[in-house]
């Protein structure tokens, strides 16, 4: 495996993961992430990966910047949308602001970035895009309405823009991780006993387990998103691959 890759949210967690995994296939990655450290650290640690400093909700950055890697370089192969945040809370409760921010990162965010790869992906009738969504865009979560929602419309963004990049020969597909041993998910986490939590599931709050009875670690997903963007995976696109150690039960 060997090209240009350009990963969002890869400054830190499961972005980071996938950015590493991609690096260490052989591809020159481009790091991009509002956080610049994170990215430069990135960098720093592995040569065949650039940093970008973007945000992903500014349609016109990020336009800019897949000017540039291309410029950089070379043709981007496979886009990997990591960029995400989650905003906890009732919806009686629940801001206008954190609604907004929460829709225009994992939603608007997909879509500026798909939608500036996808306009050169066309013309060269070849590429993968592959957005990293989530378990809980296939089931209820109380106090995860608004992110539930935003993760739903991420998936259902890639399946269709799968469809409409097909006859191009590209491929769009979702990995849709479960809880996952990143900072987002430690901030969830009360008291000393938060993995085991998470692991027993809580029956009051309507959530199962995970029957795997083990967290998963970035690299697990990581590793689900380099498989969808190798040619192991030619013949699929629009598929929603969960890994998340059967807590939805597939629901």
């Not at 690096?23 to 650039?50: M, P, Q, T």
């Not at 016109?60 to 370089?73: K, N």
């Not at 990591?82 to 801001?95: K, N």
């Not at 539930?148 to 469809?163: D, P």
Request: proline fraction near 3%; include cysteine.
């Amino acid at each position: 495996m060997s090209g240009i890759a350009l990963v969002t949210g890869a400054g830190q967690g499961i972005g980071r993961a996938v950015a590493l995994a991609f690096a260490a296939e052989g591809y020159r990655v481009a790091a991009v992430d509002r956080d610049a450290k994170g990215v430069d650290r990135l960098a720093a640690d592995h040569g065949a990966v650039s940093p970008y400093v973007a945000d992903v909700t500014d349609a016109g950055l990020i336009e800019a910047v897949v000017t540039s890697i291309e410029a950089d370089l070379g043709p981007i192969e496979v886009l990997a949308n990591v960029a995400g945040i989650l905003r906890m809370g009732q919806v009686t409760a629940f801001s206008d602001s954190d609604f907004a921010e929460m829709f225009a990162v994992n939603v608007g965010g997909v879509f500026h970035t798909s939608r500036a790869v996808a306009r050169r992906m066309t013309g060269r009738r070849r590429g993968v895009i592959v957005t990293v969504s989530s378990n809980a865009a296939g089931i209820p979560r109380a106090g995860m309405a608004a992110y539930c929602a935003s993760k739903a419309a991420s998936t259902m963004f890639t399946k269709s823009l799968g469809l409409e990049l097909a006859p191009y020969g590209i491929r769009c597909n979702v990995v849709a991780p479960g809880s996952t041993d990143t900072e987002m998910q430690r901030r969830l986490w009360t008291g000393d006993d938060g993995p085991t939590a998470v692991i027993t599931g809580d029956l009051a709050g309507f959530r199962t387990g995970i029957p795997l009875g083990r967290i998963a670690e970035p690299e697990d997903i990581a590793d689900a998103v380099l498989f969808l963007a190798s040619d192991r995976a030619r013949h699929i696109t629009m598929h929603d691959l969960y890994v998340d150690g059967g807590a939805t039960l597939r629901a």
